[in-house]
């Protein structure tokens, strides 16, 4: 008898929960310039603390939703954390100006503790579903679902929301109906392997082929695991989060920052570097899958296959030296005097405004704008901002910028298809969730070190301080993954005890 494929409904299922989590995720980066400049008037300082609060709930909740799903399950677990973060991904729209950045800040920490529950719920179920040779194809497949959800935010919100933030509410009411779905089909759909009426006994052995153990009952609490150096190699390795967590919160803002793309410019630049990300997901796991299809052990073919990633990201650090300056010469004059506006032609009273910044040239958008508010009033300036960017904007060098960004971020999901799989392949799979909890909780503490010290530097220095991010974000994983190697040079299996399989 044919071997059934039930495993691949469940892939299904993991690929449409982690693109609904980075969808609700992706819609503060893609509003972040609009809701900071347009709506709640926050500082760099504010930005960065609101997404501080996500991370510190996202670490905290690697911990706690890791080891609630060792306990519980994937089933139950899987369900109770997208049932958190999806009430307080609409709770976000309640938010009034009054209390936005207290308001943010409490939506994005119940926001990040429910969402931190996605990766290990979905790499405890691969492990309970797929083959050790197959995991790395499977983690890249539903990881893909990530870059999904961060295209569909781009895509859908300019749909519902307007340059100057009215409507944003939409944004975040988006993804409630498809979490209730998705929801009602994991209940229905979820079993163990060895318990599914729909699994017979060929796929069954197929699942449990290389040495795939089905899953003890006993329950491996995370104090077990953290001594041990397995544990902090892949924690490691989890410190290349935080740039993830920087393309992901503030791309769009470095886009806004530096060459004044607006809410409906930005959606295109990220919906090209997220599907160059889907696209890096699914190859990174195709690679080291093909290199042990060639007989490499899963220790050579996971770390070369991670080399590879870290070499592609490296040219990400000349990002920020992508220049485009804004020049208020008589081109742009002309231009803007041939505008409407509100419904006739554009003011004498405004050109006149404008004829004195002629011969001004600004290094990037942030600085231009400074001098239109002061030329303009904040007002007249923002409502006719987009029409003056664009004029003043002589090329569309932004788009190096963001194919810099696009191959970082396709590298980044290659290297974590390959990543992700590492405590699946090394642990027993009773410790998986755990051990992905705790590595998710050091990528979540990465992440926030690095958007506090982004904002306290954007906040005195204005966009240059973006060059230290991309620099960092280049070099570190070639770091990461020399750290990697000197803690766990083998990648040897552990027993159901937590020690190395001989």
């Not at 060059?467 to 766990?488: E, K, Q, T, V």
Request: with cysteine; net charge positive; charged share 15%.
């Amino acid at each position: 008898m044919a071997p059934t494929k039930y495993r691949y409904r469940i892939l299904a299922l993991l690929f449409i929960a982690t693109a609904i989590n980075y969808m609700d995720r992706s819609i503060i980066g893609v509003l972040g310039p609009t809701l900071q400049y347009k709506v709640f008037y926050w500082s760099d300082v504010d930005y960065a603390n609101i997404n501080i609060a996500f991370k510190v709930a996202y670490a905290i909740g690697m911990l706690a939703m890791g080891a609630m799903i060792d306990r519980l399950g994937s089933k139950k677990g899987y369900t109770i954390s997208i049932a958190i973060w999806s009430l307080f991904g609409m709770l976000h729209a309640a938010i009034r100006p009054a209390f936005g950045l207290l308001g943010f800040i409490v939506a994005r920490f119940g926001l990040g503790f429910g969402e931190a529950g996605n990766f290990p719920a979905a790499l405890k179920t691969v492990a309970e579903w797929f083959p050790k040779k197959d995991r790395a194809f499977a983690a890249g497949i539903f990881n893909a679902g990530s870059n999904i959800g961060a295209i569909l935010a781009p895509l859908l919100i300019p749909l519902v929301v307007l340059a100057d933030g009215t409507r944003w509410q939409l944004a975040f009411l988006m993804t409630g109906m498809f979490s209730l779905v998705w929801i009602g089909l994991w209940l229905s759909s979820y079993n163990k392997p060895e318990l599914h009426a729909k699994v017979n006994a060929e796929e069954l052995a197929y699942i449990h082929s290389d040495g795939n153990e089905p899953v003890q009952e006993e329950k491996v609490p995370w104090r077990k695991v953290l001594p041990l150096r397995e544990t902090w190699a892949f924690a490691i390795g989890k410190l290349s989060d935080a740039a993830w967590w920087f393309y992901l919160f503030w791309s769009g803002k470095f886009l806004y920052d530096q060459f004044g793309l607006d809410i409906k410019r930005l959606a295109l630049p990220l919906i090209v570097i997220y599907l160059v990300a889907d696209l890096g997901s699914i190859i990174g796991g195709w690679l080291s899958r093909y290199f042990i299809h060639k007989g490499w052990t899963a220790n050579k073919a996971r770390k070369v296959a991670m080399l590879i990633c870290a070499s592609c990201i490296l040219p990400v650090m000349f990002t920020a030296r992508v220049k485009t300056d804004f020049r208020a010469d008589a081109r742009f004059l002309s231009a803007v005097a041939s505008e409407s506006y509100q419904g006739g032609p554009m003011p004498e009273e405004i050109m006149q405004k404008l004829e004195a910044l002629e011969g001004g040239a600004y290094h990037n958008a942030r600085a231009f704008i400074g001098a239109l508010d002061g030329a303009l009033g904040k007002e007249t300036a923002s409502e006719l901002e987009t029409v003056l960017l664009n004029h003043a904007r002589p090329d569309n060098r932004y788009w190096l910028a963001v194919l810099l960004i696009a191959l970082a971020a396709g590298g980044h999901q290659a290297w974590s298809a390959n990543l992700l799989t590492i405590p699946s392949d090394v642990f027993p799979k009773k410790a998986v969730a755990s051990v992905v909890g705790i590595g998710g909780m050091l990528g979540a503490v990465a992440g926030l070190i690095a958007d506090f010290s982004l904002g306290q530097v954007l906040q005195s220095s204005g966009p240059s301080a973006y060059f230290f991010a991309f620099l960092i974000a280049g070099l570190m994983y070639l770091i990461i993954l020399a750290a990697i190697h000197l803690l766990m040079p083998g990648m040897i299996p552990l027993d159901s005890q937590l020690k190395k399989v001989r």
